[in-house]
């Protein structure tokens, strides 16, 4: 099944091209990275997914062209996490959470069982339970990832789109959100598309791996498509070498 299909979509701004003729589809089920310089699109083309930036061409979500999509039936179907997250300044971890439930009752709806028990339930598959009456600002950047997270999960989408999840993170917390946002996917049969800037984390925590170059596809494919010497430097344009791992995975290196 087809999660997005993407036909002749440019995106402009002044001066310059930010995605040019692109055309891919991205399958369902799937954790998707979306790599490549700063500048190749990647962040732009989340944002079109996403119905944050306007665009010319045509995008069809889960079969239907973005444009047919209701507001509120589009966001009930597909939750949006920033690079930057707004603040949540005074706002404990149950308050952020609950915020997910938003399109199913609107602002001034009445919230439910069904509400509560869906933000039980994210908070829970999050690992974020112990921290629901802690502000969300006393969180370290990891924490606070695993938050959003459960907010998007308390929203019942079935597709994330994540831009660079965790780029101000240490390693640790890095490999523990990718972690969670894979398991969170296979075990759910959710999507995931999720804009990386380290190859490794996507050879290792993606099924599938789109590449991009000044607004151009490059490569799309499996991880192990990605991960030889001649794939990296096509999308980088510096020579790399792949290693193998004692467990058997790849690492790329710059040569």
Not at 97 to 124: I, K, Q, S
Not at 150 to 172: F, H, K, N, R, Y
Request: with cysteine; hydrophobic share 45%.
């Amino acid at each position: 099944m087809t999660l997005f299909q993407i036909r002749n979509l440019s995106v402009e701004v002044p001066g310059r091209r930010l995605l040019d003729d692109l055309t891919l589809d991205l399958p369902a089920g799937r954790v998707i990275a979306l790599i490549g310089h700063n500048g190749s699109g990647k962040s732009t083309l989340l944002k079109v997914l996403a119905r944050q930036m306007p665009a010319h061409g045509h995008v069809a979500f889960e079969g239907r062209p973005l444009s047919h999509w209701r507001a509120r039936d589009h966001a009930r179907r597909l939750a949006f996490l920033p690079q930057t997250t707004p603040p949540a300044e005074g706002m404990l971890v149950r308050e952020l959470v609950t915020l997910g439930r938003y399109p199913w009752h609107g602002a001034l709806g009445r919230f439910g069982p069904a509400d509560h028990a869906a933000v039980a339930a994210a908070m829970e598959e999050c690992g974020v339970t112990r921290f629901a009456d802690r502000l969300v600002d006393t969180l370290s950047g990891g924490e606070r990832q695993r938050v959003w997270l459960a907010m998007m999960v308390a929203q019942q989408a079935g597709t994330l789109l994540l831009d660079e999840p965790i780029s101000a993170l240490d390693i640790s917390h890095q490999v523990e959100v990718m972690d969670l946002v894979r398991r969170m996917c296979h075990a759910q049969g959710r999507s995931a598309v999720i804009v990386l800037h380290e190859v490794n984390m996507a050879a290792r925590f993606c099924d599938h791996v789109v590449a991009l170059k000044a607004g151009r596809l490059v490569l799309q494919g499996s991880p192990a498509d990605l991960m030889r010497p001649a794939a990296l430097q096509a999308i980088y344009g510096l020579p790399m070498q792949v290693l193998t791992r004692d467990d058997g995975l790849p690492v790329a290196i710059p040569a």
